[in-house]
């Protein structure tokens, strides 16, 4: 298990003993799931995020549900990763959740540039990441993915 400790952030691969601890970080935290999914997050959410991955027939070689915990301990945000999706060097950022009293304080910024840069240590040169632009109709939102080289990669 990775831990990946910081100033302000504790970055740390999540296991089958988080999932009540990620369910219930769902529950409180649920923007991501009203607007793509239109419904709050179900009773097994954490769970089928810990159980999802890629398509049979798209080449893969890990994928990891990574949690965000500041110095109080507390869970306050997520990311599913999927390392060497399809090509070598390529990873996938599919989930990127911060509690939402955090929005708007540069928190998520700043997990994610730590989340990037675990990614670049690890191996990955190719980000992959998944969007969602939702709209106040969940029905409206779409989704795209876009791949950009890592500019970490690059130092």
Do not use: K
């Amino acid at each position: 298990m990775t831990t990946v400790d910081d100033d302000a952030h504790v970055l740390r691969e999540l296991g089958a003993g988080d999932v009540a601890e990620v369910q219930r970080f769902f529950e409180r935290n649920p923007e991501y799931f009203l607007a793509v999914n239109g419904e709050p997050p179900g009773a097994d959410e954490a769970r089928n995020e810990f159980a999802d991955v890629p398509p049979a027939g798209m080449a893969y070689r890990a994928m990891s549900l990574l949690g965000f915990f500041d110095r109080a301990g507390e869970l306050i945000g997520v990311a599913t990763i999927v390392a060497d999706f399809i090509r070598p060097h390529v990873w996938h950022v599919g989930l990127f959740i911060v509690a939402s009293a955090l929005h708007g304080s540069g928190v998520a910024h700043a997990l994610y540039r730590r989340l990037e840069r675990w990614m670049v240590a690890q191996g990955a040169r190719w980000l992959r990441l998944a969007w969602s632009r939702a709209t106040s109709r969940p029905s409206a939102s779409g989704s795209a993915a876009a791949t950009s080289r890592c500019a970490s990669a690059d130092r």
